[in-house]
């Protein structure tokens, strides 16, 4: 366990290649799509969910929605060892009792990045946000708490599990073109989980009252 900065914790190789079948099924009912941002560009990773809520853009804005707008259905259940590896992670880094409720999906082709930006549009910073890294490696850049920040680079591995809580948990981030090549796992591609928690607490609070 490598802590990166305040609230971050790198777990090297800690998730391992039989999360791939239940990725596979994933995608069998929720394919890949390239999303549009709401400036109209389309993303150059793809994208699905897993679990009661996913993360959509379109010309409209990004959400989290409980369907696919695809198809109009629940996004595919989150797989249970989904969570369990998320669950372990988190409590590892500090974070007893996490229980996400939206898993997002990226897969990196040769050439995709991500900019930088934050993950802002869930309703409770105080819950971490577990980060899953297979296939093919990637740069990742780690900034500050404004987009001019410089950034750290930090090369993610398949296997690789980070845990971005407490105070890293609004720092921007982004990922850097992926190199070709091949793995033996997801061959071409880089896939990458982040397992969050979306739902708005105090809506779930107020109906549970
Ligand atoms: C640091 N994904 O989906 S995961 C994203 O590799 C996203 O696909 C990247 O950024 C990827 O939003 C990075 C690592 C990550 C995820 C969330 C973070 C790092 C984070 C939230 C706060 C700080
Ligand atoms: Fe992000």
């Known amino acids: 366990m490598i802590e990166l900065a305040p609230g971050a914790v790198l777990l090297p190789n800690f998730a391992a290649d039989d999360l791939w079948p239940a990725i596979q099924q994933i ?10 941002t ?24 990004y959400r989290y929605s409980p369907t696919d707008p695809q198809t109009g259905s629940p996004w595919p259940a989150m797989p249970p060892e989904f969570l369990a590896l998320a669950a372990r992670a988190a409590h590892l880094a500090g974070f007893p009792g996490f229980t996400p409720d939206a898993c997002l999906i990226n897969r990196y082709e040769p050439g995709a990045k991500m900019s930088l930006h934050q993950d802002n549009d869930e309703h409770d910073f105080s819950q971490p ?42 720092r921007y ?6 190199k070709p090549g091949e793995h033996p796992l997801t061959g071409p591609y880089r896939i990458n989980l982040t397992l969050r928690t979306a739902g708005d607490v105090t809506m779930e609070t107020v109906r549970r009252l």
Do not use: Q, Y
């Open 129 to 170: 946000i577990v980060s899953v890294s297979l296939g093919l490696p990637a740069i990742f850049l780690f900034g500050g708490f404004e987009r001019s920040d410089k950034a750290a680079r930090i090369k993610l591995h398949h296997g690789d599990v980070v845990v971005w809580g407490g105070p890293a948990r609004l």
């Open 38 to 61: 709401p400036g109209g560009f389309k993303m150059s990773v793809a994208m699905t969910n897993c679990g009661p809520l996913g993360w959509v853009t379109d010309r409209s804005g």
């Open 173 to 178: 981030h982004g990922v850097l073109p992926i």
């Open 27 to 36: 995608t069998a009912a929720a394919p890949f799509r390239h999303m549009l």
